[in-house]
């Protein structure tokens, strides 16, 4: 019996252990961006041909060209841009996106991804499910970092999820209804330029 409980002591202290030692390498999301950032390397590609520093022009005419192609489409009732995964995921999902901040070049894009499939009665399609899917696409997609779980900037959620690549940000959080998942792409090291 004495040997039984050493045994699942040491177990016990082997696990505290494991914990204590990735809690000690996973860096905060404060160290990952000063790493990052330090690095001096850029990640300006995004999505679809879309990437940071991209003249807000070129954006117009990229869009309109895939519009024209039946690739993108314009959000009804607004001036958001729609394209649809339709295979990415268990389910295919809508992706509403357009830049923000009013500048010449883009330094963030903030949209939402959604189950086409989505209703209030459903537990199949929830944000919380495409959240963990998209996670793991986007891990795919860029490579790189992994995302890591941080505060939900709204606090609806118990944590969001941020991904940085030298300047690249991007985020991952639920709506408050858990309908979509927002995502943010964001520049935290723009590129300053006079034209």
């Not at 117009?60 to 009804?76: A, P, S």
């Not at 500048?103 to 959240?131: D, S």
Request: some cysteine; glycine content about 6%.
């Amino acid at each position: 019996m004495k040997g039984l409980s050493l045994s699942n002591l040491l177990v016990r202290l082997l696990v505290i252990s494991v914990l204590c030692i990735q809690c000690a390498e996973s860096p905060s999301y404060e160290e990952v961006v000063d790493r990052e950032l330090s690095s001096g390397e850029r990640h300006d590609s995004l999505f679809m041909g879309i990437h940071l520093n991209m003249h807000m022009q070129t954006f117009y005419d990229h869009c309109y060209d895939l519009n024209q192609k039946r690739v993108f489409f314009k959000k009804e009732g607004s001036v958001n841009v729609q394209y649809t995964f339709q295979k990415a995921f268990s389910s295919p999902v809508d992706f509403v996106f357009f830049p923000q901040g009013g500048h010449t070049l883009i330094q963030k894009v903030k949209g939402y991804m959604i189950f086409q499939k989505w209703a209030p009665f459903t537990n199949e399609f929830t944000a919380g499910k495409l959240q963990e899917q998209l996670k793991e696409e986007m891990e795919s997609w860029y490579g790189g970092r992994p995302f890591i779980q941080v505060e939900h900037p709204l606090g609806y959620w118990p944590y969001s999820y941020v991904k940085v690549d030298g300047n690249r940000k991007i985020q991952l959080y639920r709506s408050f209804d858990d309908s979509k998942v927002e995502v943010v792409f964001e520049d935290l090291a723009p590129v300053l330029s006079s034209r």
